[in-house]
């Protein structure tokens, strides 16, 4: 069983089946994903975390599909009917629904119409009729007629015979098989408004009247059509084909007849053959492949959803930390003012207030004062303001403050603030910041999102942060083990600082739970920061297997042993101590010195412990010994008098940064408090099938403007600096529909920007917002919504 599952995997994979082997061997001993993309590259041939994140859910997948196997085996055996033809076939199923399938006509259900028929003695009935057909149905049934076993007459005989070959032929594996495959090409989905719910439903209106193939629907389509029959706006049907009329069997009619013999060659029961074929497949073949293919449209819908949910939570997390740096933190508000809070270099909170700059009050000129005393005062250098409600307002406020105090040498930045209330209410918080109102608390995870984005957001569930689409249609399971793992492979990607990493931030740690983590934080305030990564074996409860887990990712800067500031496994001390001994120098002389290490030979320090990978891994680190894998923090230069979004004309260039990204484009904030949208169409001269592989979330870009609509507070940029305004590059299809939920126009023609009542017919780029609107309080959510927010295709 395990070299079958392994073998399938590196054939997956495209590596050695050793390679699958060592990996599993190391991850069923516990040992964690970064851990071994890092520290045991001889081991797996150097696997990276993608491939091993890839490998983990197969092993999942297959391990799942081994118990179920067993399961069925056992399950048939016990009834006597495992044959061994029958246990290879079983053996051979390479998937859930293959295996399903072999199993369905074994599998323990409530008697059916077939059962009683057997029963009643009419197997025979329905045998000989269907091999041979030359038997007269009629004449043939009356031999079956018995009232004592339930067949009153020739018809119920016949009945019965059609029910148990209707069972017999919609449980054939391998036709049923072909015939779900067959309508998953050539099927489609046909959606169409309920009676009476066209003003109850109005969201997803371009569903109405909706048909399209269920190769070409994306996954935001799927989960909205999924939604709007969930809420009873819609009903949803499976075609098995393009809808095209069809005189006489319908080609899966056909192929179920040519399994079984069956032809209209004028024989007597060739009629009545025929017509149980065509009650098979109405009835029960496309009853079963239908609800098959809704299983597969929403598996690939989830996958591709969790998929752009991980994306972009990568490209938060990864996003460039300004640093340590003086940040006041404003958390926008209109009746409950602007709540400032104002944070150190190291994160600590040195002075909190709340203004009141905006609507009802305006106390504009006060607010200004009491910003430029407290900037002055705690020699503030960013600002870093929440992109939620009253954002634009206060913005402005922050842009007022840098232009009247330019001594101050200000810098404003806008920070998502999703998930921020959620962290401020959270236990955590409480624990963290108990001296602070829960208001004030939002303002503070703003000011310290800036300065190191990761560290601030791993204190709030990833589900939370509102960068997904659809979230709470897709497995709950699912989503959290795939956001989990990008937050553990982002964490231990940039490593840690043990003496002042949160709890939530160990917790991410490779190999520290819980209530390791605590007690890491506990141990140190107890006993002052660790001066050595050995010190941590001091820890209650953390033993070798997490120590060899975590202290490759845990630094100590400023600590006894310069090399417990890098990413040197302590394990691998003694292959540095020989490159020292080599080399006859000093650790702190060696560090950095690129000179010296890019003259050395990394075989001529392996040995039969550390191989040529984890060599060189080792003179990379101290070539650049915590070497942080985020890019370098910069702002956007906003262009001077583009202020608002009159101010934009088209063909204009700016500079502006990226605030998200979707399947359908990016959205670039300019400096006009409103985004502006890069349609995929319009993101380069070649094909882009995934915006994410052009540009990601905080990304500094270069964009010339196609089109202003100002009164819908619209904007359409693009990426491609030749293209001319207002035409900007036609969309081969709208997607902006549903990516989060959100009512989104499709992009018009013009490359970019949005129209809410769509582009025409279908061939155009119909517009396809479906699952708009606010529905569940999770769509739109987050910082997804605030950008369909802030490009203007909110509530108009």
């Not at 009476?196 to 059509?225: M, N």
């Not at 006060?366 to 303001?385: N, T, Y």
């Not at 691998?572 to 702190?588: F, G, K, M, N, W």
């Amino acid at each position: 069983m395990t070299t079958t599952v392994h073998q399938k995997i590196a054939e997956e994979l495209g590596v050695r089946e050793g390679q699958v082997a060592s990996a599993v061997e190391l991850l069923d001993g516990g040992s964690t994903v970064p851990f071994i993309a890092r520290y045991r590259k001889e081991v797996t041939g150097a696997l990276d975390d993608a491939q091993l994140r890839t490998l983990e859910e197969r092993l999942r997948y297959l391990r799942e599909l081994e118990e179920r196997r067993a399961t069925v085996l056992e399950s048939i055996r016990s009834q006597g009917k495992l044959s061994d033809e029958l246990e290879t076939q079983i053996n051979a199923a390479d998937s859930k629904a293959r295996l399903e399938d072999i199993y369905l006509p074994y599998k323990p259900k409530r008697r059916t119409k077939a059962q009683i028929a057997i029963e009643a003695g009419l197997e025979p009935l329905a045998d000989q009729l269907l091999s041979d057909p030359s038997n007269d149905p009629q004449a043939t049934a009356e031999g079956f007629v018995d009232a004592d076993k339930g067949v009153a007459d020739v018809q119920a005989a016949l009945d019965g015979a059609r029910s148990i070959l209707v069972e017999r032929f919609s449980e054939d594996a391998d036709l049923i098989g072909e015939l779900r495959e067959q309508m998953w090409t050539r099927g489609r989905i046909v959606s169409k408004v309920r009676e009476g719910k066209q003003e109850e439903g109005a969201k997803f209106a371009d569903y109405f009247e909706f048909d399209e193939p269920f190769t070409a629907l994306p996954s935001h389509r799927i989960l909205a059509l999924f939604r709007g029959e969930n809420e009873e706006a819609l009903e949803l049907s499976l075609e098995p084909d393009d809808g095209t009329p069809v005189e006489g069997p319908t080609s899966y009619e056909l192929r179920i007849a040519q399994q079984f013999g069956i032809a209209a060659q004028g024989r007597p029961a060739d009629k009545w053959l025929s017509d149980v074929v065509r009650w098979a497949w109405r009835t029960r073949v496309l009853t079963r492949l239908s609800v098959d293919l809704r299983l597969r449209l929403r598996q690939h819908a989830e996958d591709e959803a969790v998929r752009v949910f991980a994306a972009n939570l990568r490209d938060l997390l990864l996003a460039a930390p300004a640093g340590s740096r003086a940040t006041m933190g404003l958390d926008p508000g209109y009746r409950t003012g602007v709540k400032v809070a104002i944070v150190d270099g190291t994160g600590k909170v040195v002075a909190t207030d709340t203004i009141y700059p905006h609507q009802p009050q305006r106390q504009w000129d006060q607010a200004l004062a009491k910003l430029a005393e407290l900037a002055q005062r705690h020699e503030v250098d960013l600002i870093a303001i929440g992109n939620g409600t009253a954002s634009r307002e206060t913005d402005k406020l922050a842009g007022e403050l840098i232009g009247k105090h330019p001594e101050l040498k200000l810098s404003k930045v806008s920070v998502s603030e999703a998930g921020a209330s959620v962290y401020s209410a959270s236990p955590y918080a409480s624990r963290e910041l108990p001296e602070l109102d829960v208001s004030l608390r939002g303002a503070v995870s703003i000011a310290r999102r800036l300065q190191d984005p990761l560290a601030e957001l791993v204190k709030i569930d990833p589900k939370s942060i509102g960068v997904g689409q659809y979230q709470h249609d897709v497995s709950e399971s699912k989503l959290s083990r795939s956001l989990d793992a990008v937050v553990e492979d982002c964490v231990n990607a940039v490593g840690v600082d043990v003496n002042t990493a949160s709890a939530p931030l160990l917790t991410r740690v490779s190999g520290i739970s819980e209530t390791l983590a605590e007690n890491i934080v506990s141990h140190r305030d107890g006993n002052g920061p660790f001066r050595t990564r050995k010190a941590l074996k001091d820890v209650a409860r953390l033993g070798p297997k997490a120590f060899e887990q975590c202290a490759g990712f845990l630094r100590i800067p400023d600590g006894d042993d310069p090399l417990d500031s890098s990413a040197v496994h302590p394990e691998a001390y003694p292959v540095v101590h020989r490159i020292l001994a080599s080399t006859q120098s000093e650790i702190d002389a060696l560090i950095g010195n690129a000179k010296v290490l890019k003259q050395l030979r990394p075989q001529d320090f392996v040995d039969e412990q550390f191989g040529l990978p984890t060599v060189t891994d080792i003179l990379a680190e101290l070539d650049k010994p915590g070497r942080d894998p985020r890019p370098e923090f910069k702002t956007a230069t906003f262009a001077e008098g583009v202020e608002k979004i009159a101010d934009l004309q088209q063909g204009m260039t700016l500079e502006g940064v990226v605030t998200n990204v979707a399947a359908f484009g990016a959205f670039v904030d300019v400096g006009v408090h409103q985004d502006g949208l890069v349609h995929v169409s319009a993101m380069s001269k070649n094909f882009v099938n995934d915006p994410h592989d052009v540009v990601k979330s905080g990304d500094i870009v270069r964009v010339k403007v196609l089109d202003v609509d100002i009164p819908r507070k619209r904007i359409s940029l693009t990426l491609r600096l030749d293209d001319e305004p207002g035409k900007g590059g036609k969309p081969e299809r709208a997607e902006q529909g549903v990516r989060a939920g959100g009512g989104r126009g499709n992009s018009g023609g013009n490359g970019g920007g949005g129209n809410r009542n769509g582009g025409g017919n279908r061939g155009g780029g119909k517009q396809n917002r479906g699952g708009g609107g606010r529905q569940r309080n999770d769509a739109p959510s987050g910082a997804m919504a605030e950008a369909l927010r802030r490009a203007g295709f909110g509530k108009n």
